[in-house]
């Protein structure tokens, strides 16, 4: 199946994008993520199959939420051996045209390894999806081993920062530079920021400063099914949703009191979506944040907008 993570404005907090992420279910047993399984794969070619599956499910998927109203940039990941096969644009052009699926809102994600495998076929393959009136984002920016004269040839919309270093951004040391180095780049290149791996408010707050573009990461939301992300909210607009769940929250499940406590370390943002584990599945809790006066008794409080 594939998840879905929310990718957004960092001014704003609107959601701008959604990354499909692979997962493998096994009926009863726990669910593998890629990391358990794409090596392989990829090893055994079986990422060929796999990876066009990815692909025009996400595209099926965001032509869906497109006929609901929800017209939102979808990205996918494309590994290293599906951009090496020689039809990879036809293969890509034709899951986006059996879905129906407007080409300008879907992002191809290669990471910065894999565009530097050949980076004359990778200029030419990008130029041909761009010709198709997609977008194209590098991913894991700042950990292949790449020169930046290929930023000028590659038609790239958006670099996507490592997590590595969006990790340790406020510890002080040099992650905090490179990532600011990025940003300042990105802009004068007119190119999107997208920091990835955001987990807590300091990482944000950090970004914000800095005028990083966009983020995602586990601070606003998890990897979700594609039904819990349409049950959510769009674009974060303070107060909504706030009553039913405020509601939730005060009736006392221990792991939504534990939610709402994590929820509350957060000050300064005014809402948020917490993903808590119970014992049987994950639920999605857009939180109203205000900072509470009572630490030790967490309540959350339904936001009142302007
Ligand atoms: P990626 O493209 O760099 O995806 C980001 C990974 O970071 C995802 O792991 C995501 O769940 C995780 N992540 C997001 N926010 C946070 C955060 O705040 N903290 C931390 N610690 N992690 C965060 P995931 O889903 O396990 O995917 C791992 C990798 O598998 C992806 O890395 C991508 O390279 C690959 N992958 C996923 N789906 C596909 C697919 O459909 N096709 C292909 N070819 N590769 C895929
Ligand atoms: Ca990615
Ligand atoms: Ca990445």
Known sequence: ???????????????????????????????????????????????????????????????????????????????????????????????VEHSGFDPHFLEIEITESTAMIDPDLTAEILLDLKNLGMSIAIDDFGVGHSSLSYLKRFPIDTLKIDQSFVQDITRGGSDGAIVSAVIAMGKALNIRVIAEGVETPEQLRFLKEHGCHEYQGYLFSRPM?????????????????????????????????????????????????????????????????????????????PHTPP
């Open 1 to 95: 199946v594939l998840h879905y993570q929310p990718q957004h404005d960092l001014q704003t907090q609107a959601v701008t994008g959604r990354e499909a992420l692979i997962r493998w279910e096994r009926g009863g047993k726990n669910m593998l993520r890629p990391g358990d399984f794409i090596g392989v794969a990829e090893e055994t070619r079986l990422i060929l199959p796999i990876g066009e599956w990815a692909i025009e499910e996400a595209c099926r998927q965001g032509a869906a939420w497109h006929s609901e109203g929800t017209e939102i940039r979808i990205a996918v990941n494309v590994s290293a051996r599906q951009f090496q096969q020689p039809n990879v644009v036809s293969m890509i052009r034709d899951a």
């Open 225 to 301: 099914a594609a039904s819990a992300l349409s049950e959510m909210i769009h674009t974060a607009s303070p107060g909504a949703f706030t009553h039913r769940y405020a509601r939730t929250i005060q009736s006392g499940l221990p792991a939504i009191e534990h939610c709402a406590r994590a929820a509350t370390q957060c000050d300064a943002t005014h809402f948020a979506t917490w993903q808590c584990a119970t014992s049987a599945h994950f639920i999605s809790i857009p939180v109203c944040l205000r900072r509470l006066s009572t630490p030790d008794a967490p309540r959350a409080e």
